[in-house]
């Protein structure tokens, strides 16, 4: 008698369990296999579209990075070559300061020697070598190009070096 209680309460448990449990398994487990092509082809055009825009940041850092590359080159340009006027400017500069010395020796050599030197009139009716000399380099080359130091010739381009003392 026992088994005609056990048997069909075996059935019932597999006719209500099977179902109830493929029910619960299908609800709880989420599709994540290669059967649904919506879902991977959504997701290839979510990296498709991520593997873009990476690829246009990417461009646009390389142009960032070219313009810097040609703005430096052309700031050390612009600063080599100021660097080579402030120089030649300053050479300028020493020359006309060793050639005022010379000319200051000059006249006080020939009074010395009991001549009557009269110094050269210059600019502003001040004697050449009592001309206010330029304190600004920027000054000295325009002075130079203008003639308003006393010069008569044209300046000469090619900077000559010093004379030794």
Request: net charge neutral.
């Amino acid at each position: 008698m026992l088994r005609l209680r056990f048997l069909p309460g075996l059935i019932l448990g597999l006719v209500l369990g099977l179902p109830a449990g493929v029910l619960i398994g299908m609800l709880t487990l989420s599709p994540r296999g290669t059967s649904d092509p919506t879902a991977t082809s959504l997701h290839v055009q979510e990296l498709t579209r991520k593997l873009d825009a990476a690829n246009e940041a990417k461009e646009r850092a390389e142009r960032q990075f070219e313009q810097f590359q040609k703005l430096a080159e052309q700031m050390t340009a612009s600063f080599n070559e100021l660097e080579r006027r402030f120089k030649a400017l300053e050479e300028e500069q020493r020359r006309r300061e060793s050639q005022g010395a010379q000319t200051s020796q000059r006249p006080a050599a020939g009074a010395a020697q009991g001549t009557n030197a009269v110094p050269s009139k210059a600019v502003g009716g001040q004697p050449a070598s009592e001309a206010p000399a330029p304190k600004d380099p920027v000054e000295a080359g325009k002075a130079e190009q203008s003639g308003t130091d006393g010069s008569t010739s044209a300046p000469d381009p090619t900077p000559s070096p010093a004379p030794s003392q």
